[in-house]
């Protein structure tokens, strides 16, 4: 047997790190281009995008609005609050809010409605405060 790098196993390590990379990438956070992404920095959509109404966000709940990611919750009657709707550990978009929870399911990070906190999960920050105005019962990012 030869000492070193054969040709077969070297073709094998390529293989693999080129099906390997894309997949990483996936779940980094950055873009397509390899500039960085939103990543947990947060990162909302256009300020005074109209998120809605007031009344369409649940009492002790919220509602992701994906395409400014952002989650606006209502943790008590008339307390609107706002937060980015990218996970703090890897990036992804939280999915939902549900028994008082902001969900991610990438891998099932848990943030506090109240004040974006970790619940529970591999998040290793709160989920960043976005600022929003609420006028006259409609919702818009500030």
């Known amino acids: 047997m030869t000492e070193g790098l054969s040709r077969r196993r070297a073709l094998t390590g390529a293989a693999t790190v080129g099906l390997g990379l894309p997949l990483l990438a996936a779940c980094g956070g950055g873009s397509a281009d390899g500039s960085p992404g939103s990543g947990a920095s947060g ?18 709940g919220g509602t992701v609005f994906a395409d400014q990611k952002v989650v606006v919750t209502q943790p008590t009657q ?64 500030a």
């Open 43 to 60: 990162g909302s959509g256009a300020s005074g995008a109209d998120l809605g109404s007031t009344s369409d966000i649940p009492v002790g």
């Open 78 to 141: 008339g307390d609107i609050r706002a937060f980015s709707a990218i996970c703090t550990h890897q990036g992804c978009p939280v999915s939902k809010v549900t028994d008082g929870t902001i969900v991610c399911p990438c891998h099932g990070s848990m943030f506090s409605i109240e004040d974006g906190s970790v619940q529970g999960g591999p998040a290793p920050s709160p989920l960043p405060k976005v600022e929003v105005t609420v006028k006259g019962g409609e919702i818009s990012l």
